[in-house]
C-alpha cells in the first residue's frame, strides 16, 4: 500500500468532507479502485487529474451529508429576539439605563479625546511614500537623561559612503533665521540647508521650481509659499532674488526672543516654492537653503566649519533611507559599528559609551527627543493622558458591572424561564453581551456629542498652542470609535454575563427572595474603589490648584507690575531708550538680556581670585545700570551698577552669592574680586541686592548665587509705566517704535502677564485633573444613585410595613442609607492616607511648594461625603417619604 | 403512469445492476454500462443515480468485503428489489406497447421522407 501511489490528499479531504456519513466509505473504496485501474492505464498525472474531477462532481446535493440541526436555525431572528429585549429592558429600568449610558458615555469620550489625538498626530508625514524605510538617527550618550534627533554632521555623508545599507541620507542642518528682505518688505525666515537628497527621502512636492536642481547651486532657496506672498506678494516667486541677513533667530523650536545683530549673508535666489500647507509633517519650516551654500558661508567666515566635527552631535538632523534589501536590524547594526569606531578616541563626558540609535517615522510622531524639531506631546504625555482615560473608563465599566449585577434579582426569574426553555448558557451570554454592547453604542452616540465639547475645550488649552491638536474627524478615526465601543461593551458585560448566565433554573424560578445576590460582596469592594479613585483625584487637583494659586501670588522679592518687557530685535538700546524715554506716563526703563523668573537662565562660572578651588555655578544677568532701581531690588551693601562701557568688570550679587562665595555679610565682599572659568577676566563686585527669584519657581527651590553685569549687550528694555491709563501708554510707545525700527513689528509684554503665564501649563495640569476628578466623582455618583435607587425599590414593601408599624421618616431614611454611607466612608478611610502619601511622593519633589495641610484633605473628604449623602439621600428620603398605603397596596 | 418513476439513466443502471448479479458494485456498473453502451459515467452521476434508485425502493444493497487496492474500504453491492424488477417490467411494458401501436407506413413514410 505504501508503494502504490496515491490520489491528492486534499481532493480525499475534500470529499470526506462533503460527503454523506452512509455514503463515504464505499464510494471512496470506487475511488481508490478507479484511480489504481487509471495510474496503471494512463499513468499518475491522468489518474489524479480523473480524481479531482469524479470528486468534483461527486460534490453534488444527493451526495452531501445532510447539514446539522441548528445550520436550519435562522440566526437572525435569535439576534433580533436579542436586540428586542435589550430594547425592552433599556426602555423598561430608564434611569439605570440612562446611568449605564451617561456614565459609559462620559468615560468614552475622554478615551475618544485620546483616539483623536493619536488619529491626529498618525496623519503627520503620511505622505512620504518612503515612509516605511525612512529612520531619524538620534544620539545617546552614557549619562544623557535622553536621546537627541540631532547628530554629527558628517554622520549622513560617512554613513551613505561605507554602509551599503542605506540608500540614501539626508541632513537637514538648522543654522539660519533672519530677515529676508526684497524691496523694502520684510519677512521672517528660519528653515535648514539640505540638500538634493532631502526630496530622494522625503516628498514634499515644488509647486514652482525643478526639485531635482534646487538644492545645488550655492546661495539658492527653496521657500514656503506664506514667505513668497509675504515677500513677493503677487509676482512670481520663482527666480527672484532677495537679500537675507542672519540674526541667528531661534530655530527649530521658535522661542520668542531675539537673537543677535544682524549679519548681511548675501543674496539669494528663489529656486523653488514649495506649499507647506499641504504637508502634515514634523519638519517646518520657512525655506531650505541649499546645503552648498554653508560652504560659501564658511570661505566667508560667517559660519564655523563643522564638516568634521563628530563631537559637535547637537548640530543637525540625519534621516537614513533604509536600503529595501536590508532591514531595521541591520541598519542598527551598521549605525552601532560606525559609532564605535568614530567615538572611540574621543574621551569628553559627552562621548562616553556613544551610541547612534533610529527611530521610525512613526516613532517620530509619538516620540519626542531631545532638541527635537516641532512641539508635540511627548510619550509620556500620551501615557499619562491614556492612563487618566483609562481609569475614568475602568469605573463606568465598574458602574455596568455594578448595576448590572444588582438587577440580577429582577433578571433572575426571565434567566430561569429561558433556561427551562432550552437556552444554552452560550446563548444567554449572548443575550448579555449584546445588551451590554447595545448599551455602549448608544454611550457612543452620546459621547460623540460630548467629544465635540471635550476636544474644543482641549484645543483651547494653553499648552495646545505649542502641540498644534487640530483633531480632525477621519473616518479611520470613526471606525476607531466604533471598534473601541464594541471593546467596552464587552469588557463592560463580560462579568454580569458571565455571572447571570450561571444562575439554575430551579433556584431562579422559586425566586427565594434573596438567593445570595442581596449581598453585596464584589460589588462593595468595587463601589469602594470607585470613591477611593475619586478621592485621590480630588485631592490631587485641590493641591495643584493650591499649588497654582501659591506660583501666581509668590513674592519674586522684585516689582513686576506695570512694567512692559519689549524686545529689542537687535535695535540699539540707547536709542530705545531715549526715544521711549520721552514717552509721556513712562516713569523709568532699563535693560536686560533675560528677563528674569522666566524660562530661560545664563551662567557663568566664577572663583575668588588667586583661588585654587573649584569655580561656582552662578546665574548672570546682563543688565544695564537702571535695572536695580526699576525692578525696586533692595540694596544690602555698596552701590549700583555703573553707567557706561568701561562698568564690564563690575558685578553687582545676591545675598545667595556672599553666602556660597563664604563672606560673612553683604558689606564684606564689596570691592572683592573675581575670576572667570572663560575669560580669565576679574570681575569686582560694586555692590549687594537682597536675593529675588531669577529662576523659574518650577525648576529651583531656593534662590541661587547670581552676578548682574552691564555689557550693553541686552534684548529687552523694560519700561514702567506711571500713567493710568497703561494701554495708551503702550500705544504711543508703539508709535515710537516704528520711528526706531520700522522693519519688525512692536513685541511687547507685561512682566506680571509673563510671570503668570510661566504658570500656564500647571493651570492646564489642573483643568485636566480637576476635569478628570469631577468625571470619576460623577461616575461613582452615579453608580451609587442606581444601587440607593435599586434597593429603596427592592425594599418599598418592607418600608410600607415598617412605616405602618410606626417608624419615623428619618429612621427609615437612615435604615436605607446605612448601606451606602458604609462604603462611603469605608473609602474614605482608604482613600484618605492613600491620597495623602501618594500625593506627597510627588509634591515632594516640587520647587517652591505648597504646605499639603490637612486643611486641602478635610476639604476633599468633606466634597466626597456631601456628594454622597446627596446622592443616597435622594433616593432614600423619597422612598421614606412614600405612603405606606402605596407600597402595601400594589402586588 | 406515475406508478414507477424510472429515468432513462436509472433504468441503464436497474438494468446493469441486473446484469451483472451478484457482483454490482459502483466501479463494476460504471465499467460495464461505459463498455457496453459506450458512454462515459461519472462516479458522481452514477452514484446518486444509484442513491436515488435505493431511496426509490428499485435497489437494496449490502456491504461487502475491503480490498487493498481500495484502500480497506468496503464494496457496496446492489441487488434488485421486487419493486426494481416490477418497475423495469413497466417500463418495458409501456414501451413494448407504444412499439406495437406505431403503424409501419410511419416508419416507411420516414424512410422515403428521407
Redesign the interface.
Known sequence: MNSSPQPPRFMLRFFRWFCHRDLVAPIEGDLHELYQQRVQARGKGHANRRFMIDVLLLFRPSMMRPFQPFYFINPYSMFRNYFTVSIRNILKYKVFSFINVFGLAVAMSVCMLIILMLGDRSQYDAFHEKKDRIYRVLSNYKNSRQSYATTAFPLASTFKAEYPVAEETVNLTPGFGGDAVYQQRTADMRGYFADGALFRVFDFELIQGDKKTALTQPYSVIISRALAQQLFQNENALGKTFDFSDRQLSFPLRHDGTGSPAVAWGTFTVTGVIDESNYKSHLVFDALISASTQTALIAEKKMEDQSNNWEGFYRTYTYVLLHPDHTRDELDAALQDLAIRKYKNFTSETTKDFKLLTQSLPEVQLDLKGNDTDNRLPRIGYFFLGGLAIMIMVLACVNYTNLSTARALTRAKEIGVRKVTGATRRALLTQFLSESILTSLLALVMAGVMLIFIANAFKGLWVNQFLNFELPMTPGVYVAFVCFALVVGIIAGAYPALKLSTYQPIQALRNSGNAGHGKLGLRKVLSVSQFVVSLLFITTSLLIYQQFKHYLAFDYGFASHNIVNVELQGADYEKVSHVFGTVQGVSTISATDIIPATNRNDNCQLRKVNATGDYFSVGLLQTDENFADNLELKLLAGKKLPAGTSSARFILVNEAFVKQMGYATPADIVGEAFESAWGKELWEVVGVVRDFRFKLLLNADVVEPLAMRNTANYHYANIKIISPDVMGTVAKLEQKWKTIDNVHAFHYEFFDDQLAGMQAGIFDLVSILGFIAFLAVTIACLGLLGMATYSAERRTKEVGIRKTMGAGDKSIALLLSKEFMKIVLLSIFIGAPLSYFANNLWLQTLPNRVEFGLGILVSAILILIALGMLTIGSQTWRAARAKPVDALKME | MKKYQLGEFEEVVTLTVGVLFPDA???SV?LEIETRLARKV????L??AL??LEEKGYLKSS?GE??????G????FFTITALGKRALEHTKETRDSLWASIPKMALQTKMIGL
Request: charged share 40%; hydrophobic share 20%.
Open positions: 458494485y459502483g466501479v460504471k461519472s462516479v458522481g452521476a452514484q446518486s442513491k436515488r456491504e475491503a480490498t487493498q487496492e481500495r484502500a474500504r468496503p464494496k457496496r
